[in-house]
């Protein structure tokens, strides 16, 4: 497994070599797989609209994946000769087709994860569970942000009286929507739309709340992991005080015994 993270991190020794970001950043190297190959295959020219932005949105994840491997590796040039700039060309905007060739880090991040044991995988995935569930949030929202932009405007785009009719307004739709805000400026007006309303409503409220809940748990963390580093140092000063102290009452007792020892000699001497 070493050579295939080496390949896929630039350096053994970063941190998103966990098997949770692994797993999380090859899913979306296969959603934007699919989205880049079906831009190039689907005809309707609104759903185009709504890939190509989705598109955008996985090339600026996978920048900010290059940027954390980038700031992360230990040694950058070499990142940057051997692979960084692999990943800095598939990251260019408004190129679906260079999306395509993330296939290779499919690829590799599998195999990856394949020559990893099972229990393996549900032990990181446990020690962190939050990582990991926050991970699987945001593969849930892409999904029902890429269905939902896709399916509202199929049949609200040749409804009369549509608001929504282009790509760019199915995901300002599908954003609004999922986020719970509800502006109100663009409302579907078919049955169908107003079902598929009614189901992202319900999913962006479930992953807004568990959003909201892993960033309640995560500063609680730091602030339970602050104290007990606070603690922790706290009992070292007083190990250090009770070492200095124990060193103190040695000395003092060398000092009592050298000084009984020579009234000893002192006593024998006058005796003698």
């Given at each position: 497994?070493?050579?295939?993270?080496?390949f896929?991190?630039?350096?053994?020794?970063?941190?998103?070599?966990?098997?949770?970001?692994?797993?999380?950043?090859?899913?979306?190297?296969v959603?934007s797989?699919?989205?880049?190959?079906?831009?190039?295959?689907?005809?309707?020219?609104?759903?185009?609209?709504?890939?190509?932005?989705?598109?955008?949105?996985?090339?600026?994840?996978?920048?900010?994946?290059?940027?954390?491997?980038?700031?992360?590796?230990?040694?950058?040039?070499?990142?940057?000769?051997?692979?960084?700039?692999?990943?800095?060309?598939?990251?260019l905007?408004?190129?679906?087709?260079?999306?395509?060739?993330?296939?290779?880090?499919?690829?590799l991040?599998?195999?990856?994860?394949?020559?990893?044991?099972?229990?393996?995988?549900?032990?990181?995935?446990r020690?962190?569970?939050?990582?990991?569930?926050?991970?699987?949030t945001?593969i849930?929202?892409?999904?029902?942000?890429?269905?939902?932009?896709?399916?509202?405007?199929?049949?609200?785009?040749?409804?009369?009286?549509a608001?929504?009719?282009?790509?760019?307004?199915?995901?300002?739709w599908?954003?609004?929507?999922?986020?719970?805000?509800?502006?109100?400026d663009?409302?579907?007006?078919?049955?169908?739309?107003?079902?598929?309303?009614?189901?992202?409503?319900?999913?962006?409220?479930?992953?807004?709340?568990?959003?909201?809940?892993?960033l309640?748990?995560?500063?609680?963390?730091?602030?339970?992991?602050?104290?007990?580093?606070?603690?922790?140092?706290?009992?070292?000063?007083?190990?250090d005080?009770?070492?200095e102290?124990?060193?103190?009452?040695?000395?003092?007792?060398?000092?009592?015994?050298?000084?009984?020892?020579?009234?000893?000699?002192?006593?024998?001497?006058?005796?003698?």
């Amino acid at each position: 497994m070493d050579n295939d993270l080496m390949f896929l991190t630039g350096d053994r020794d970063i941190d998103t070599r966990r098997t949770t970001y692994f797993m999380f950043i090859t899913a979306v190297a296969v959603l934007s797989l699919v989205v880049a190959v079906s831009y190039y295959l689907v005809p309707d020219q609104e759903i185009k609209q709504v890939l190509f932005i989705l598109d955008a949105i996985y090339a600026l994840i996978f920048l900010i994946d290059f940027i954390l491997r980038l700031v992360k590796s230990a040694d950058r040039r070499k990142y940057l000769f051997w692979w960084g700039w692999f990943d800095l060309v598939t990251v260019l905007p408004g190129i679906p087709l260079l999306r395509i060739l993330r296939s290779l880090r499919i690829i590799l991040g599998s195999r990856a994860l394949w020559s990893m044991a099972p229990q393996e995988i549900i032990a990181e995935a446990r020690e962190r569970f939050a990582d990991s569930f926050l991970f699987v949030t945001v593969i849930i929202g892409l999904l029902v942000l890429s269905i939902g932009s896709i399916l509202i405007v199929s049949v609200e785009a040749g409804a009369p009286g549509a608001e929504i009719t282009t790509g760019g307004d199915a995901m300002w739709w599908s954003l609004v929507t999922m986020s719970t805000v509800g502006y109100g400026d663009e409302v579907p007006v078919t049955t169908p739309g107003r079902v598929i309303g009614s189901f992202m409503i319900i999913i962006g409220v479930a992953l807004f709340t568990t959003i909201t809940s892993y960033l309640a748990s995560n500063f609680s963390g730091r602030g339970l992991r602050k104290e007990q580093r606070q603690q922790l140092e706290l009992a070292m000063k007083n190990q250090d005080h009770l070492e200095e102290l124990l060193q103190r009452v040695l000395t003092l007792e060398e000092k009592i015994a050298e000084k009984l020892d020579v009234e000893e000699i002192s006593g024998d001497e006058r005796d003698g």
